[in-house]
C-alpha cells in the first residue's frame, strides 16, 4: 500500500478524500466509485467503502447506485459553517481568554510574528498554514473540548475558500490577529469574544463576495 500505513486505514482514506473534495480536486457532480478510488489510492474496497459512508452522512456526496456524486460544499453551506463559527468561535476567544496558560500565551505572540514575516514575503500558503495553527491554538486554549469538537471540522471544510480569503485580506487579517491575541494575552474575555466575532464575520464577507462573484458556486 503506496499512499497509506494500515493503522486507522479507514479515517486515512477518509480524510484524504474529505480534503480533495473540498480543495476541488474532486469538484462537484463528479461520481466517484469504489473501482475508481481503490485504483487511485491503492487500497482495497473495505475502507473506501467506510469512508464513502462517512463522507455521505458529512452531506460531501450522495450515493446514486451507481457511484457516489460529488455535492462539495455550497454557497448556502459555506453561509452556515461561518455563522455557526461566528458564534462558537467568539465563545472560544472568551475562554482562551480566561484559561490560557502564559506559555500559550507566548505561542499566540510567536505566530503573530510568523505571520508578520510571511505577509512581508507574501506566502499565501504558509499565512494559511499559520491561520490554521493560530485558530487551532485558540481552540485548544479555551479548554472547551465540545467547542474544539465543533469548530475544528468547520475550519478544516473552508480550507478552500480561506486560501483566497487570506491572500486578499493577508494584512487586514493579521492585524485582527494582532487585536484579538492582545485581548487573549490580556485576559479580556468581552474583547476577545467581540474581535474574534468581527473577525470571522469579516472573513465571511470576503469568502461569499469573491466566490459569489465568481459564479463559482451554486445555491
Request: aromatic fraction near 6%; charge should be negative; glycine fraction near 4%.
Amino acid at each position: 500500500m503506496a499512499m497509506f500505513k494500515s493503522i486507522s486505514l479507514a479515517d486515512q482514506v477518509f480524510e484524504k478524500l474529505e480534503s480533495d473534495i473540498i480543495s476541488g480536486v474532486y469538484p462537484r457532480g463528479e461520481v466517484l466509485t469504489e473501482l475508481k478510488l481503490v485504483e487511485q489510492l491503492n487500497v482495497s474496497r473495505t475502507p473506501i467503502r467506510e469512508a464513502l459512508r462517512r463522507l455521505e452522512q458529512e452531506r460531501l456526496i450522495q450515493d446514486t447506485g451507481k457511484g457516489s456524486v460529488v455535492l462539495g460544499i455550497t454557497v448556502d453551506d459555506l453561509v452556515d459553517i461561518m455563522d455557526i463559527r461566528i458564534r462558537c468561535e467568539g465563545l472560544a476567544a472568551r475562554y482562551a481568554a480566561r484559561n490560557r496558560t502564559e506559555e500559550e500565551a507566548k505561542q499566540l505572540r510567536h505566530l503573530i510574528e510568523l505571520q508578520d514575516f510571511y505577509v512581508d514575503k507574501g506566502d499565501v500558503d504558509r499565512l494559511r498554514e499559520i491561520d490554521d495553527e493560530f485558530h487551532d491554538g485558540i481552540y485548544a486554549f479555551s479548554r472547551r473540548h465540545v467547542l474544539m469538537d465543533t469548530l475544528r471540522p468547520l475550519h478544516r471544510k473552508t480550507q478552500r475558500y480561506r486560501r483566497a480569503s487570506v491572500a486578499q485580506r493577508r494584512q487586514v487579517s493579521t492585524d485582527e490577529h494582532k487585536a484579538i491575541c492582545e485581548a487573549i494575552c490580556a485576559g479580556n474575555e468581552d474583547e476577545a469574544e467581540r474581535l474574534m466575532c468581527e473577525h470571522i464575520q469579516n472573513a465571511k464577507k470576503s469568502m461569499i463576495e469573491r466566490f459569489s462573484q465568481n459564479g463559482e458556486y451554486n445555491r
